[in-house]
């Protein structure tokens, strides 16, 4: 039988060398075998399961009986080949897609014409989905037959794009999961040791397809940075509630050690409080309409007026209550609601829903930390001398969120509220 291998595999074969190929080591690794019969015909051929093979000590071991059990053969004189790949672009697998060619990976259910559609149960409002091989179309082979231009079908997600785009490229950016630290070259010394290379260890083993690549440290000699108030800023931020004759709602972002800020204004809401006080302050009619006015589907809402923080997608920030509230103030509690929109990567302004709970394609964008969960949206603290902090974690891009405050307490036999909402104050980055 014609041989499989290339010529530099056949060298390392007739050396009795080997290799590390880090077969195992990568999510998209994948075994197939080829079953032959006795005069080397194909009979089948199959992806095998993961739970069919293990990898150990830079080995693989093959449970061949049960691969050939399960590709359905349970007797007879067969012979096995194996193929050990690693996914560039595209499965073996197929997708469902929905009417605008996104993959779609939710609930479904199967109706007796055999259309598929969303969600577990049927309704009037249910949409069709559709069956896509996760693969790529060959579009024109050369007259050599060397040669083959392949291109994708017409699937709306970026993953599915991109690696067709980098599967013919000899570079592709991408983030490692591992933390390095640098190690000196004159331990314990105190004297300033210059060399013309940096010595780097990880907190793990570097992936190997990731090694002798060019390695990129965001942020790598920044201690802390520090913003300066804007001289058009008509107020400080406040560090503590602030003890006054009235009730009066405020917040602002008090911690983003663990956030990656890539554009806006950090003091934004502190402008923000001199555009949205007024009418809106402590009157829930008022801020009703303006939640609606700001997050509704109308392509006509209005957007912001401010230049509020714009945020990376996976950051973790806190928002402190600055309160003012009476001395003899009997405790204060306070409710956090969070709310606003998502934008779908592709999707214009005007083309997205508003948001409630935030689970969208079976992701939490966004929560509460103190709620217990991050589908939680909104927070009711206990009563509380001293104030209230919550951390807020965001988990995807494309998002305008509001900020609800209310807070309650009791001052001379009377029940006082006051009540504060802030417009799409804080955005994360939009999908490049």
């Known amino acids: 039988m014609k041989s499989a291998l290339n010529q530099k595999d056949r060298e390392i074969l007739l050396n009795n060398t080997t290799t590390d190929l880090g077969f195992g080591t990568n999510s998209q690794d994948y075994v197939q075998a080829l079953l032959y019969d006795t005069n080397d015909n194909l009979i089948e051929t199959s992806v095998v399961e993961s739970s069919d093979y293990s990898v150990e000590d830079g080995s693989v071991k093959l449970k061949t009986g049960t691969i050939i059990r399960k590709m359905g053969f349970d007797r007879g004189r067969y012979r096995v080949k194996y193929n050990f790949f690693r996914r560039k672009a595209g499965s073996h697998e197929v997708v469902l897609v929905d009417g605008n060619n996104q993959i779609y990976d939710g609930s479904y259910h199967v109706m007796e014409n055999g ?22 179309l060959i579009h024109e082979i050369s007259p050599s037959r060397n040669e083959v231009r392949v291109i994708p079908q017409n699937i709306n997600n970026k993953k599915y794009i991109d690696d067709l785009f980098y599967s013919g490229k000899k570079r592709k950016r991408t983030n490692a999961d591992f933390s390095v630290k640098f190690i000196t070259a004159n331990p314990g010394g105190t004297t300033e040791v210059l060399t013309d290379s940096i010595t780097l260890e990880a907190d793990k083993d570097v992936p190997l397809d990731i090694k002798g690549g060019l390695v990129y440290i965001e942020n790598a000699l920044i201690k802390s940075k520090i913003f300066e108030v804007p001289e058009t800023s008509t107020l400080t931020q406040p560090e503590n509630e602030i003890i006054g004759d009235t009730l009066l709602a405020r917040w602002v972002v008090s911690d983003t050690s663990l956030a990656k800020i890539t554009g806006g204004n950090i003091f934004a809401v502190n402008e923000s409080w001199n555009q949205f006080s007024g009418p809106q302050q402590d009157d829930p009619t008022s801020i009703e309409e303006l939640i609606k006015s700001y997050e509704s589907d109308d392509p006509n809402n209005r957007v912001i007026p401010f230049d509020s923080p714009i945020f990376a997608g996976e950051s973790t920030i806190k928002l402190k209550s600055v309160s003012t509230k009476p001395s003899d103030a009997i405790g204060v509690q306070y409710t956090w ?41 909104r927070y009711v603290s206990p009563i509380s001398t001293d104030g209230s902090e919550i951390t807020l974690k965001l988990n995807d891009r494309n998002m305008e969120l509001g900020v609800r405050l209310k807070i309650e307490t009791k001052f001379n036999n009377e029940d006082l509220v006051s009540e504060v909402y802030l417009p799409n104050i804080i955005r994360t980055a939009r999908f490049q």
């Open 337 to 377: 609601t969070i709310s606003g929109r998502d934008f779908h990567q592709g999707k214009k302004r005007s083309d997205n829903v508003g948001i409630q709970n935030f689970i969208l394609d079976g992701t939490q964008d966004v929560g509460i930390e103190e709620a217990g969960g991050l589908g939680n949206v």
């Open 115 to 136: 259309h598929i559609m969303k969600g577990e149960e049927h309704s009037d409002g249910s949409e069709r989905l559709y069956i896509k091989e996760n693969k790529y």
